[in-house]
Structures are given as C-alpha cells and as structure tokens.
C-alpha cells in the first residue's frame, strides 16, 4: 500500500509518501510545496492543488492522510490554511483516492504511543521508524510523514483491507 501524508499550509505544504508491505514503512518520497509570500492567495491555492496533484498522479496512493486544523490565535493565518487544507483535500477527493483526517494528538498517539508526545520525539520515531540516518527536513516534511504513519497504525488503515 502507499500512503501520501499531507502536512496542510499556505506557504509550506508538507507531504510524504511511504509504501508499507509486510510489515515494512519505506519512504518513497517527501519534501515540501511552497508557494512565494507575494503571490494573490487564489494562485497560491491553485498552486496548492496542482501540486497535491501531480504527487498523486506520480505515486497513485492507495490512500491519503491529512492533518486536521488546530486553532491558530492568528485568525487570518488560520482562514487561509483552512482555505488552502481544502483545496488539498478537493484534490484528493477529485482524484477519487479515500482521504483519512487525524488531529495532531492521534498523529502524535500514531507514531509515538504517546499523545502529548513533543516535536523532537515524533521526529525522532519518524526518523527510527523509517530507517532515515537524519530526521527529515524540513519539519513540514517529517510532519508529513509522520501523518502517514500514524494512517499506516490506525484502525482505519486495518479497515481498507477489509474493503477489498
């Protein structure tokens, strides 16, 4: 199976695409989409979208995992990643791909057993889990995968295979 992990934002978009078969997590990918600062925000959301896109033309996940929204005190930073999460998840949806949300406490719970586990041990379990010799970078990036592996642990993950 390959899961894409998105870590959602406006400037930064952080995904990460992991194969897992027979009990093996191996990183195809990951990295970040970024869009310029001074760029309208309907072209950064268009950026946004074909980005999301052509990862999932490349790499044809069998599904994808994205980060819910926690309250920003910014509220126009929260507005425009809340514009550019659902963007995100049009393009997966458009692609007909199943799409699973986790809040950061379930990713946190999915990697490293523990839901208020901070950024450096999730990080770190990223980095274990995966056989990296470094932790990702940017952080955006180990987000990512880190959504994706918290999909890979969950019981909605058992219950694709109980689809087919």
Request: hydrophobic letters at 45%; proline letters at 4%.
């Amino acid at each position: 199976m390959i899961i894409l992990g998105i870590d959602p934002g406006i400037a930064i978009i952080g995904y990460g695409v992991i194969k897992y078969e027979k009990s093996k997590h191996k990183v195809l990918d990951y990295g970040v989409i970024t869009t310029p600062a001074g760029m309208s925000t309907p072209d950064r959301l268009k950026m946004a979208y074909e980005g999301i896109g052509l990862l999932i033309d490349k790499y044809k996940p069998d599904a994808v995992a994205i980060e819910e929204l926690f309250f920003n005190k910014n509220v126009k930073t929260a507005i425009t990643v809340g514009q550019a999460r659902g963007v995100l998840i049009l393009a997966v949806v458009n692609s007909g791909i199943d799409l699973y949300e986790y809040t950061p406490l379930q990713v946190k719970q999915g990697v490293v057993g523990y839901g208020r586990a901070d950024k450096k041990q999730v990080q770190e379990m990223v980095k274990m889990l995966l056989n990296l010799k470094e932790i990702p970078k940017p952080d955006d990036a180990a987000d990512a995968l880190a959504i994706a592996i918290s999909h890979i642990h969950s019981s909605n993950f058992k219950d694709m295979f109980k689809m087919k």
